[in-house]
């Protein structure tokens, strides 16, 4: 089968490789859709990093580089292993794509996401979506309806993040939230918010991603740093009161010292976005406003409710797709688009 395999920073090849083996207690998956996540993009530019080095092999997956790339993916059930009896063939499934050890419980109010030599299937090993098949073990495998078309539902992976941070962050229905940064994870995060009875402020400069967020509805102020005080409107629009919870998108700290200006006292600053250096901040602030900076991974048994609010009609996926493209053109018109021209995509899929 064909698959994106990632050799190292800056090299990788679509490849024949042979078809996953279904064994006990797996799923068998005919890959429909794959996303282009930002780990991704972070891989092919300064990696590896969640993916093992050529010769380092991950303690729980036993692989190393290459790895096939994709953890954000939909697919058809074509087959179950011995003692899969809830799972059928012909059966739409997203996964959560973790690489996890056995021995940790995984079971309901456990934080397995912060478990010893976490990692993600498509990073970590066990293969990934960015191939025409998968094999994955049944615990991540999550049905869904029908009704949920098969591209759209390679965006859930995303959009479970966005429902776990909203759910780190303690927000409530009458809440009025400010999401720094409108990227995918920040639109995806404020399509949650505003499902959940929120009032949600965007902050973001792009011109595309500003787009998106007005065609999407899911800002109910959409603020341009470049064209307003962010801080002034914030106060105007909460009577100087400040913003209930916020939320960093950006890993860009301007935007983390204005969450920090902005949030009431006592509230909630949620760091959602993945930092590759070290960052500032007013700690006086902090300590005067008794602000709560809280950190958010991934997610942990929050795909159920996150697909129920897609099932229900409460987000709607379709319009956050900006662009389809084949496994065949995965660098040229995926990667390469993405690093030199976010400006014209939002999200890209890739159809195996």
């Not at 007013?282 to 795909?303: F, P, Q």
């Amino acid at each position: 089968m064909k698959a994106a395999r990632f050799y190292d920073k800056g090299d990788i090849r679509i490849e024949d490789i042979p078809e996953p083996t279904i064994e006990s207690g797996t799923v068998g998956i005919d890959v429909a859709w794959c996303g282009i996540c930002g780990t991704d993009l972070h891989e092919f530019m300064e990696g590896p990093i969640f993916i093992p080095p050529c010769g380092h092999p991950h303690p729980v997956s036993g692989e190393s580089a290459p790895i096939t790339m994709g953890h954000e993916f939909s697919g058809v059930v074509y087959a179950v292993g011995d003692g899969v009896d809830d799972i059928e063939i012909g059966q739409h499934v997203v996964v959560e794509p973790y690489i996890i050890a056995d021995d940790v419980d995984t079971g309901p109010g456990e934080s397995y996401q912060l478990s010893k030599n976490m990692n993600f299937i498509g990073l970590g090993g066990h293969g990934g979506g960015l191939s025409e098949k998968i094999a994955v073990k049944r615990r991540w495998v999550h049905p869904i309806s029908d009704t949920i078309p098969l591209d759209q539902a390679a965006l859930i992976e995303p959009l479970t993040v966005g429902y776990h941070a909203y759910v780190r962050s303690g927000a409530k229905a009458g809440d009025i939230a400010l999401v720094g940064g409108g990227g995918p994870i920040g639109l995806l995060l404020a399509a949650v918010l505003k499902a959940k009875g929120i009032t949600v402020i965007l902050t973001e400069l792009s011109a595309k991603r500003k787009e998106k967020a007005e065609e999407t509805g899911v800002s109910d102020y959409l603020l341009d740093p470049s064209e307003v005080n962010v801080t002034e409107e914030v106060m105007r629009i909460t009577g100087n009161r400040g913003v209930d919870v916020a939320f960093e998108c950006t890993s860009v700290n301007k935007v983390l010292d204005v969450l920090v200006e902005t949030t009431k006292p006592a509230g909630t600053i949620v760091i959602v976005s993945i930092w590759s250096h070290p960052a500032t901040v007013n700690v006086h602030s902090v300590v005067m406003k008794e602000l709560d900076i809280r950190g958010t991974i991934a997610y942990a048994n929050n795909h159920e409710e996150t697909i129920k609010l897609v099932e229900e009609g409460k987000v709607n996926l379709e319009p956050f797709i900006t662009q389809r493209i084949k496994l065949d053109d995965l660098v040229a018109e995926g990667f390469e688009r993405l690093i030199h021209n976010n400006e014209s995509a939002v999200k890209i899929i890739v159809h195996t």
